[in-house]
């Protein structure tokens, strides 16, 4: 894809800039972090993470704690601590490395409705 079709592309994607409300949630959330332990069951929390799995709702399990953190300044900045496993858009249960700042304990109430998700499989790539 050349540059200006990319360009083109992401001005049709009609991205608005970030609110300060928005910008101030994130922070608020951010700053909370939980103390998790290998076999919690977390799910995302504020709804984003820049990972494609889990969504919200959607349980994932805690394999093991990495420390010290991981960290990586490369494009998006990330500390990942923790390893956790999630079920992937085909069915199999993955692992991947994470930051646990945007994950919080996972309660049953949480649970997404499988049936209504169907309609919207996960992004992430396995």
Do not use: W
Not at 54 to 62: D, L
Not at 110 to 118: K, L, R, S, Y
């Amino acid at each position: 894809m050349m540059l200006d079709e990319l360009l083109n592309a992401v001005e049709e994607m009609n991205i608005q800039p970030a609110t300060v409300e928005e910008l101030q949630t994130f922070k608020e959330g951010y700053d909370v972090q939980e103390a998790f332990k290998p076999g919690d069951l977390i799910t995302v929390k504020n709804g984003d993470t820049g990972y494609n799995s889990p969504r919200e709702g959607e349980p994932a399990i805690v394999l093991e704690l990495i420390e010290p953190p991981v960290i990586f300044t490369k494009g998006l900045f990330r500390r990942e601590d923790i390893a956790i496993g999630v079920k992937g858009p085909r069915g199999r249960v993955f692992a991947f490395s994470a930051d646990s700042r945007y994950f919080k304990h996972y309660t049953p109430a949480e649970a997404v409705n499988e049936d209504a998700d169907a309609a919207c499989p996960a992004e992430a790539t396995e």
